[in-house]
C-alpha cells in the first residue's frame, strides 16, 4: 500500500459521503502527512485541469517561465506563432532541468547540460556531437529522439490551465458549469492591475477550505462582516467543478467603491453581484462587477503552502496611473482580511499537529462547500 494511503480508509470515506449534518471530516493526517501530499499530486493534481498561473506571465513570444503542476517542473512559454504552451522541463537526454528562472526574447531553450536545443514549438533541433565528435545528425542514431513532453493545456480569460494526465475531460467541458453562470462577465477584458504573493505556515487544503468557508466571517473579519454580512451570503455546494458562496448586494465601504470601469453590458443586478468560488482543487476566484480577484494556492511541503495573489481589472484600468490610488484601495481591502485569514489557517495548522482532533463535524448548512471539497479531496485520493 502507498505511503499515505491508509489515511483515506473505507470508513473515513464513509463518513465523508454522508449528509453534512452527518459527516465527519478529513482526519488531521491528511494535513500533516508527506505521504499524503505525495499522493495528491499523483491522483489528485495529475488528474484534473489545475491552473498553473497567467498568460500574461509569458506576454511575448520567446517568453518563458518555469512553473509547477502536481509536483513537476513544468515550462510555461509563448512560442513564435503567439500561442501558450506548456512542456515538462526536463531535457530529453539526460534528464536536465532545462529553466530555473523566468527569461524573455528567446528563440531556443537551450540544456545546459549537453547543449541540446529545443525550439519554442518543442521540436529537438541541436544536438552536438550526438553520432561521435563533429557528427551531430540523428539520422545515424538506431532510434528517434523526440522533442519536449508537451501538457496539455488550456487559456480561460486570463488564466492557464493544465492536465498533466492527458485524460481528463477536455477543458471547455470541464469550465462549462462556470463560464456559463459567469457568461455575462467578459473575462477577456481583464488585465492584470495588482500582485502579491504570501508564503503561509499551513497545509494548502486549509486556505482553500478558509476561503469558501462563510461561517467564520463575522468572528474573523467584522469589518467585512459589516459590509458583507455572513446572514446575505447564499452558499454553493452541488457541483464539483466550484464550491463556495455569493451576495447579491455586494456594496463595499471605502474610496474605491464606483471608481473603477465595470465589466461591460451589466446589468443593475450584476452590477451589485460578488461571487467567491473555489475552482476545485486549489483555484480561488472571486468576481465583481469590476474586478476579478484570483488566489493560486500551491502546495510547499504538507504543512506550507504558498498564495499567489492577482487583481483583474477592466482594460486601462489595471495600468491607468490616474487610478493607480484606486487599485491600492481595492488591494487593501484584501490585505487587511487575508492577514485575518492567515493567521487563523496557522493556527488550524499547529491544532492538526499537536491536538487529539479526530476530523471533526459539520453542520447542515453552514459548512456544506467544506464539506463537499473535502469529500472531492478524499475520494480523489482514494481511486
Known amino acids: 500500500m502507498p505511503d499515505g494511503l491508509d489515511i483515506i480508509s473505507p470508513t473515513v470515506l464513509e463518513r465523508l459521503r454522508k449528509p453534512a449534518g452527518e459527516a465527519g471530516g478529513l482526519p488531521p493526517e491528511a494535513y500533516t502527512s508527506a505521504g499524503f501530499l505525495a499522493l495528491e499530486n499523483r491522483r489528485l ?22 512553473v509547477t503542476a502536481a509536483g513537476k517542473a513544468l515550462i510555461l512559454l509563448r512560442d513564435d506563432a503567439g500561442e501558450v504552451r506548456v512542456f515538462h522541463n526536463f531535457c530529453r537526454h539526460r534528464g536536465m532541468r532545462l529553466i530555473d528562472a523566468p527569461c524573455e526574447g528567446n528563440k531556443r531553450i537551450l540544456c545546459p547540460y549537453h547543449s541540446w536545443s529545443y525550439a519554442l514549438d518543442g521540436r529537438l533541433v541541436k544536438t552536438p556531437h550526438v553520432a561521435g ?10 532510434r528517434e529522439i523526440p522533442g519536449l513532453a508537451e501538457v496539455r493545456t488550456a487559456v480561460w480569460g486570463p ?5 498533466l494526465s492527458d485524460d481528463a475531460p477536455g477543458f471547455e467541458d470541464y469550465i462549462r458549469p462556470l463560464a456559463e453562470r459567469w457568461k455575462s462577465h467578459d473575462l477577456s477584458v481583464l488585465r492584470r492591475g495588482e500582485s502579491s504573493n504570501y508564503a503561509i505556515g499551513g497545509n494548502w487544503k486549509l486556505a482553500l477550505e478558509n476561503f ?8 474573523v473579519h467584522p469589518t467585512l462582516n459589516s459590509y458583507c454580512d455572513m446572514k446575505d451570503h447564499y452558499l454553493v455546494a452541488d457541483n464539483d ?5 455569493g451576495l447579491e448586494n455586494y456594496v463595499p465601504e471605502d474610496e474605491a467603491t464606483g471608481a473603477l470601469p465595470p465589466f461591460p453590458g451589466l446589468t443593475q443586478e450584476d452590477s451589485k453581484l460578488m461571487e467567491a ?10 468576481l465583481f462587477h469590476d474586478n476579478l480577484r484570483i488566489i493560486l494556492v500551491e502546495p510547499d511541503g504538507p504543512n506550507r503552502c504558498t498564495e499567489r495573489v492577482e487583481v483583474f481589472m477592466v482594460g486601462e484600468a489595471a495600468t491607468d496611473p490616474a487610478l493607480a490610488k484606486t487599485r491600492k484601495a481595492v488591494v487593501d481591502r484584501f490585505r487587511e482580511f487575508n492577514a485575518e485569514d492567515i ?8 491544532a492538526f499537529e499537536t491536538t487529539a482532533w479526530d476530523g471533526g463535524y459539520f453542520t447542515p448548512y453552514m459548512d456544506g462547500p467544506v464539506h463537499r471539497y473535502q469529500r472531492l479531496v478524499a475520494e480523489a485520493v482514494a481511486e
Request: glycine content about 4%.
Open 45 to 66: 493534481f495529475a488528474r484534473r485541469w489545475v491552473c498553473i498561473g497567467l498568460a500574461e506571465d509569458v506576454a511575448e513570444p520567446g517568453s518563458i517561465r518555469p
Open 212 to 219: 469558501i468557508d462563510t461561517y467564520h466571517v463575522p468572528y
Open 241 to 245: 467543478v466550484y464550491l463556495g458562496q
Open 159 to 163: 488564466l492557464v490551465f493544465v492536465n
Open 343 to 350: 493567521e487563523i489557517i496557522e493556527n488550524l495548522q499547529r
Open 133 to 142: 565528435i563533429d557528427q551531430h545528425d540523428r539520422a545515424a542514431l538506431p
Open 277 to 286: 468560488f473555489c475552482v476545485f482543487p486549489n483555484l480561488c476566484m472571486t
